[in-house]
């Protein structure tokens, strides 16, 4: 079956950097665009950043432009979001979805603190 499996959220101060990673099993990576999403406590989850199968078109979020960065890595069936100059709102669930405009699977997240 589907799985995607995040990791790499934890506690960062504000201006530091996290790089999440997303593994995928199940299906024919290769084949889909994928996207992040991110919720916050008590707001509905909103895009952060996607891309398409071979990673020529990416889109980002307006409140992330410039700071993130999302590719992947199809010979490892691995979807990544590089995260720059992290501020506290950027507190948050982040899950690793597949799709483009419409998304099928969710992974099940993984937990960003951005915290002095």
């Known amino acids: 079956q589907v799985q995607l499996v995040e990791s790499g959220g934890g506690l960062v101060q504000p201006g530091g950097s996290l790089r999440l990673s997303c593994v995928a099993s199940?299906?024919?990576?290769?084949?889909?665009?994928m996207s992040w999403y991110r919720q916050a406590p008590g707001k509905m989850r909103a895009l952060v950043a996607r891309?398409?199968?071979?990673?020529?078109?990416?889109s980002l979020g307006d409140s992330v432009m410039g700071r993130f960065t999302i590719s992947r890595d199809n010979a490892k069936n691995t979807v990544y979001l590089q995260m720059n100059s992290l501020k506290p709102e950027g507190t948050a669930m982040y899950y690793c979805?597949?799709?483009?405009?419409?998304?099928?699977?969710w992974g099940q997240g993984t937990q960003v603190t951005v915290s002095s």
């Open positions: 979805t597949r799709g483009w405009s419409t998304v099928d699977y």
């Open positions: 199940g299906f024919a990576f290769s084949n889909y665009p």
């Open positions: 891309i398409t199968t071979d990673g020529a078109n990416r």
